[in-house]
């Protein structure tokens, strides 16, 4: 930290008293101003991020991976331009030497959640504001903003007209094997337009399109009915006591889930500041990806979920099939197509990166719950995670397995390419 005058005068007589000592240079930790390097503000901006994104504004659960992969890369491009050790996402100009990497990733998340949330700007405001009453003021906070400031510009900027939002109605006609809307409340497709939105990291929505759903008329179909059928009915299941838990547990937001996990996670193992704005990077922007890709994939391959197969059963040309018009799901059926599962594509892109920054068969991470009274779950591998969410999902009567299976494996692939062409070591 810089000298301030009374204690140059107070060294200065020291030198002359001592004149005959030994000069002594002062060393690097003595030299360089204190920066600000708490790899804490990554973990407090994400938790900002969840409160904004998904408490505040309600964004809706498929589509908040796009705001908290902007929110992240931000930061992490923040911090590596400062910090160096990672290539940084979106170009940006030289950092002065001694800008803090802490104000410039808070700076970043702040800028960025304001613009795309402006009706939380006083919160954010009031939250950025604490955090500036506690950086010493200085030549880290100067550049440390400059830089924090040009990483949330460079991050919107790129992301203009991407696609969010624009039209893109769902006309399909019902018809045996197509999804419509699902009993009871019949609502229309939801973020229809999330399969068309530019991506961030890999080609395009349809790069790496699974094979599609099962034919209605197919064994593979018939057995994967039946399944969901008796383990996901409300009145009548054959489930335990057990996998009824397990499947109210994993109705929660899994995005605010697996961020919670990171924050966590990023936290007991010591990571520093780069690793952290990485690790979070690393997580935002492979479920961005995965979700556009699983939200294309029900938008072109249009595939009935389980409520309406079994009402329809009938008709379905499938003698292995049973038609049940009376048939409820344990819970209300989400209003979108069943193939590919949103929930197993984000659980397997956030399963890959787990598993590549804590190895795969040791992830060791809990994961919470915001639904009352259920406790943390813990996983010891991804195959662990994956396994669980996915059963989940046909426990709750949403899902036919090949939808969960196709997901899951979809969420690994665009985070697996994501991990190999992004933020990479620079050293």
């Not at 104000?103 to 500036?132: E, I, M, Q, R, W």
């Not at 057990?242 to 899994?254: D, G, I, K, Y």
Request: a negative charge.
């Amino acid at each position: 930290m810089s000298l301030k005058p009374s204690k140059l005068i107070t060294a200065a007589v020291a030198a002359v008293a001592c004149l005959l000592a030994p000069v002594v240079v002062a060393g690097p930790s003595q030299a360089v101003p204190d920066i600000g390097r708490d790899p804490a503000v990554i973990s407090e901006w994400n938790a900002i991020a969840v409160r904004t994104i998904a408490t505040e504004n309600g964004t809706p659960v498929p589509a908040s991976p796009l705001y908290f992969a902007f929110v992240s890369i931000a930061m992490h491009d923040a911090v590596a331009t400062i910090e160096g050790g990672f290539e940084p996402f979106t170009e940006l100009p030289r950092a002065h030497a001694h800008a803090s990497p802490e104000v410039a990733a808070a700076t970043a998340a702040h800028h960025v959640l304001k613009h795309y949330f402006p009706n939380s700007g006083a919160n954010l405001d009031a939250d950025y504001a604490a955090f500036l009453a506690e950086v010493p003021k200085g030549v880290g906070l100067v550049h440390g903003t400059r830089v924090g400031e040009d990483a949330a510009a460079a991050i919107i900027a790129l992301r203009a007209d991407d696609g969010r939002g624009d039209p893109h109605p769902f006309l399909a006609q019902p018809d045996i094997g197509v999804w419509r809307p699902t009993p009871d409340l019949l609502l229309p497709m939801a973020v229809s337009w999330l399969g068309f939105v530019d991506p961030l990291v890999i080609d395009s929505p349809t790069q790496f399109a699974p094979a599609g759903p099962d034919p209605v008329e197919s064994d593979a179909y018939a057995t994967d009915f039946t399944e969901v059928k008796e383990k996901g009915a409300l009145n009548g299941s054959t489930r335990s006591d057990a996998e009824s838990a397990t499947a109210v547990f994993w109705t929660a937001n899994p995005v605010a889930q697996y961020n919670a996990v990171m924050r966590a996670e990023t936290a007991q193992r010591g990571y520093d500041i780069g690793e952290s704005a990485r690790a979070f990077a690393l997580l935002g922007t492979s479920m961005a990806d995965t979700q556009i890709s699983c939200w294309r994939s029900k938008f072109d391959e249009a595939y009935w979920r389980p409520i309406t197969a079994i009402h329809e059963a009938g008709a379905d040309g499938n003698d292995a099939t049973v038609a049940d018009p009376t048939w409820k799901a344990f819970r209300e059926t989400p209003p979108y197509p069943d193939y590919t599962s949103g929930h197993a594509c984000v659980t397997g892109s956030a399963s890959e990166v787990f598993g590549h920054l804590f190895g795969a068969d040791t992830i060791d991470i809990d994961v919470p719950s915001t639904v009352q009274g259920r406790p943390d779950r813990h996983f010891a591998a991804t195959s662990d995670l994956d396994d669980e969410a996915m059963n989940a999902r046909i426990w709750l009567g949403f899902h036919f397995r090949k939808a969960m299976t196709d997901g899951n494996a979809l969420g690994h692939t665009v985070a697996g390419h994501v991990i190999e062409g992004t933020f990479r070591a620079t050293d």
